[in-house]
């Protein structure tokens, strides 16, 4: 027990003294995850509307890859595409390797299908008068949409930290693709696994306070927005 | 104005519209009257362009209308559903809804929507959201927002189905107002034939997706029962009525205004169907096209028999009156 309480310690101490390898890490973090959400919502969120609305030949299967690709491990897809990066591999000539954007990527790519899918569900679950009321007031493709998203709101801002969630809390495809590089591609996760390691149990639990404190912010900020939003 | 020919319509697979030919004229104030389920709520959203019809070509003046109609044709035709939704927001801004959508600005949104509301009554309901408002005041609402964008086609799927009567009157009041200042056609699909009777100018009924062959009073949908004999009797709410067919099942009942006889007293006569009640109801008969007077009993259902106005005068007819129906079990037709 009292190296449990050691460790809260030290964490406090790190968090409240500013240790610029931890704020580094964390910022690091931070600038993955919202460039990988960003990234996996601006694709999956029209993606899913898209899969919601139109009626096309293989939509079915469409949906049931997507959503098997939920399901899809983050290590299988951190192997993937570091064989797609390594230099031998077919984009090996981005230079991309143990850089944070093939985190990005690898983050990008275990996002998308969360986006998707859950956008898709929640545009389903809009009522399909909504999308009519607007077609025929003289909305076009775009403002349809937006009145659509309008009333899935709740449930998009909820897909939207899905996605936050499944990037600052991976660490397979990060360790993979990043290679845990300090002060290069170190992530909470990935330095929460090392600390731990290597012994260092006050600076991973530092961190991994760290990461549930951004996690909780991410959701709050989204929650706000929400109320904002009026009915 | 709007045009449908040879359209048949499925939903997977399953006959839902079938029309040689349907057409809403330029300023037509037109009711569609039929049970629930006879296609009428396809055949708007057929003519609201929000679907392409399964066959057939639909025309919109003389030029067919591709399977993906522009955008600058979709906005001149509107419809509002039988349940309609209001989006999120106030009532103020899903009036201006279709008017912001079109590029006008802010302040002048918000002037139409506000003339728009003082038209319907709906000045007092501007800052409410659709949580707060009755069914009634959503219908009245969603018609409100419909005229605000100007349609040259109106298209209204049972727009008082939650008014009261009063409600009702000052809709179709407001409509008329509307169309007095600017000519558009109204389409209203309507299974009181009450409304479709005092409102529109030409009256069409929809059985089982087709256009029937007779006026549309007197539908009734039924099951008739198995049997080998030519005549048979279908329930009809509190009364049987006889028909001759050979069909048995579920069908549609009609039977003809024209081969109503209206009299005071039963009168001895080879008719298999004689039914006594009082009249509800008298009003000139607009589809009938001869000056026909339409009287409206309840004999246990509602009949309308239509009857000359000599007809009407000799008989004395008027309203609570003790009156005699009678049509023989052939006249009835089955489909």
């Known amino acids: ?231 | 104005m709007v045009e449908l020919r040879g359209v048949r319509h499925r939903y997977d697979g399953r006959l839902v519209l079938d029309l040689d030919h349907f057409a809403v004229s330029a300023g037509a104030l037109l009711a569609v009257v039929g049970h629930n389920g006879a296609g009428k709520s396809t055949l708007l959203r057929l003519l609201a362009l929000l679907e392409a019809p399964t066959e057939g070509q639909m025309l919109w003046e003389n030029t067919p209308v591709p399977r993906r109609p522009p955008l600058a044709l979709r906005r001149r035709v509107t419809l509002v559903e039988q349940r309609p939704i209001l989006l999120r927001g106030s009532v103020l801004e899903n009036l201006g809804f279709g008017l912001r959508v079109r590029g006008m600005s802010r302040a002048a949104a918000t002037k139409e929507a506000e003339a728009v509301a003082e038209q319907f009554g709906l000045t007092p309901l501007l800052a409410r959201r659709r949580h707060e408002l009755s069914d009634g005041e959503v219908q009245r609402v969603a018609v409100a927002r419909a005229l605000a964008v100007r349609p040259d086609v109106l298209l209204l799927d049972e727009p008082t189905s939650s008014a009261d009567r009063a409600a009702s009157g000052a809709l179709y009041r407001a409509l008329a107002q509307a169309q007095a200042s600017r000519p558009f056609a109204v389409c209203i699909a309507s299974h009181q034939l009450e409304d479709a009777y005092r409102w529109a100018d030409d009256i069409r009924a929809l059985a089982e997706g087709r256009l029937s062959p007779v006026t549309p009073e007197n539908l009734f949908r039924v099951e008739l029962p198995p049997g080998s004999g030519a005549t048979k009797h279908a329930r009809v709410g509190a009364i049987d009525i006889a028909v001759t067919t050979d069909r048995t099942g579920p069908v549609v009942l009609a039977v003809p205004p024209t081969d109503i006889f209206v009299s005071r007293e039963p009168l001895p006569s080879s008719a298999r169907n004689v039914l006594t009640g009082r009249v509800t109801r008298i009003a000139a008969h607009r589809s009938s096209g001869g000056g026909g007077v339409a009287v409206t009993a309840d004999v246990g259902v509602e009949l309308v028999a239509v009857v000359t106005p000599e007809a009407a005068r000799e008989l004395a007819l008027a309203p609570d009156m003790p009156v005699v129906f009678s049509f023989k079990a052939s006249a009835v037709r089955v489909f």
């Open chain 1, 1 to 231: 027990m009292d190296f449990l309480a050691e460790g809260f310690r030290r964490a406090l101490a790190l968090l409240i003294s500013g240790d610029p390898e931890v704020l580094g890490i964390a910022f690091l973090t931070l600038k993955i995850a919202v460039v990988a959400t960003t990234i996996a919502c601006g694709i999956g969120l029209p993606l899913g509307y898209f899969l919601a609305t139109r009626r096309f030949w293989g939509r079915r299967a469409a949906l049931t890859a997507v959503n098997t690709a939920l399901a899809f491990p983050t290590v299988v897809v951190g192997l993937l595409l570091y064989g797609l990066l390594s230099r031998r591999g077919p984009l090996g000539g981005l230079g991309w390797l143990y850089t944070w954007q093939a985190i990005v990527v690898g983050d990008v790519l275990l996002a998308l299908p969360i986006a998707a899918a859950l956008s898709a569900a929640a545009v389903q679950s809009v009522d399909p008068r909504v999308r009519r009321t607007a077609v025929t007031l003289g909305a076009d493709r775009w403002l349809t949409a937006w009145t659509v998203a309008r009333e899935a709101r709740f449930a998009l801002a909820a897909v939207i930290t899905a996605a936050f969630g499944q990037v600052v809390a991976e660490i397979g495809a990060a360790m993979m693709l990043g290679g845990n590089i300090r002060g290069s591609t170190r992530t909470l996760t990935t330095a929460v696994a090392l600390y731990t390691s290597q012994g260092d149990f006050g600076l991973a639990l530092a961190l991994g306070l760290l990461l549930i404190v951004i996690a909780l912010a991410v959701n709050v900020t989204l929650q706000v927005l929400q109320g904002k939003g009026g009915g």
